[in-house]
T-cell receptor
Framework: DGGITQSPKYLFRKEGQNVTLSCEQNLNHDAMYWYRQDPGQGLRLIYY???????QKGDIAEGYSVSREKKESFPLTVTSAQKNPTAFYLC????????????FGEGSRLTVL | SQQGEEDPQALSIQEGENATMNCSYK?????LQWYRQNSGRGLVHLIL?????REKHSGRLRVTLDTSKKSSSLLITASRAADTASYFC???????????FGTGTRLTIIP
């Protein structure tokens, strides 16, 4: 079945450590997105990529980094520079043309100890 | 700041009743989308309405769009316990590839 796979589902990190969240899709979608979700604040866009080897900052990119070396993969690194990293992280993708409907993964919950 | 704001923030109704939630936005849009999220899960796309459309139906869902008021509503008819979830509106702004989400309405259906 086609879809988006995020891993790990739960992740614990000590302060000062970088962590990388994986996002893989087999939908042959061109565009991929990373959102952060905090209680009561909805989803906020971190980074997005419309094509391989290219990506743009979203609304809250500080303290995060991404790469897009393959069409199927869009990993997100939460660096030690992110001051409040505890959150639920959601990856999404969509086709390059058309209506803009997003397909989401099941999310990764990061907790900083 | 959020482009979309849902109202109410939380809604509890009896099973079988209709549920209505609203979304307001600030700038001109290409389309507006509604998504559903079960607790601790990813979002699932429900329905999309384009800026030149006023109403759209999908099963028990009815979405309206009023571009003059920059608002949309989602109606779920004959609610079921399985409809318990958070519902988000998302807007695709003219000239922008991003999809911006609102803060969501938490819907609880009481059996």
């Amino acid at each position: 079945d086609g879809g988006i796979t995020q891993s790990p589902k739960y992740l614990f990190r000590k302060e000062g450590q970088n962590v990388t969240l994986s996002c893989e899709q087999n939908l042959n979608h061109d565009a991929m997105y990373w959102y952060r979700q905090d209680p009561g604040q909805g989803l906020r866009l971190i980074y997005y990529s419309q094509i391989v080897n290219d990506f743009q900052k979203g609304d809250i990119a500080e303290g995060y980094s991404v790469s897009r070396e393959k069409k199927e993969s869009f990993p997100l690194t939460v660096t030690s520079a992110q001051k409040n990293p505890t959150a639920f992280y959601l990856c999404a993708s969509r086709t390059g043309v058309g209506t803009g409907e997003l397909f989401f993964g099941e999310g990764s919950r990061l907790t900083v100890l | 700041s959020q482009q979309g704001e849902e109202d109410p923030q939380a809604l509890s109704i009896q099973e079988g009743e209709n549920a209505t939630m609203n979304c307001s936005y600030k700038t001109s849009i290409n389309n507006l989308q509604w998504y559903r999220q079960n607790s601790g899960r990813g979002l699932v796309h429900l329905i999309l309405i384009r800026s030149n459309e006023r109403e759209k139906h999908s099963g028990r869902l009815r979405v309206t769009l009023d571009t003059s008021k920059k608002s949309s509503s989602l109606l779920i008819t004959a609610s079921r316990a399985a409809d318990t979830a958070s519902y988000f509106c998302a807007t695709k702004i003219v000239g922008n590839e991003k999809l911006t989400f609102g803060t969501g309405t938490r819907l609880t259906i009481i059996p």
